[in-house]
């Protein structure tokens, strides 16, 4: 895959978590999951997810010019 359709899907999966942030679908289900309220257990998965999402962005599509600036030079491993 290249860099820049890497770069790409992960824009398009930051704007899809963007869009799923509010659940307002879980706001009024009483209902329990994992022994934690259902809203509650959604946003520990979303927290989790974009932690995942974000390590990602840095290492493909971190602008390699502030690599350069900053002299860590990128090793262009994969």
Same mark, same amino acid.
């Given at each position: 895959m290249s860099d820049t359709l890497k770069r790409l899907t992960l824009y398009g999966a930051l704007i899809l978590l963007y869009l799923l942030h509010n659940d307002l679908w879980l706001w009024h289900?009483? /209902?329990l999951l994992l022994g934690l309220p259902?809203?509650?257990t959604y946003h520990v998965l979303?927290?989790?997810t974009a932690a995942v999402l974000?390590?990602?962005l840095v290492r493909?599509?971190?602008p /390699?010019?502030?690599a350069?600036?900053?002299g860590n030079e990128p090793s262009g491993e994969g």
């Open positions: 289900d009483p /209902s259902v809203g509650l979303y927290c989790l974000l390590a990602l493909w599509a971190w /390699s010019e502030l350069i600036r900053a």
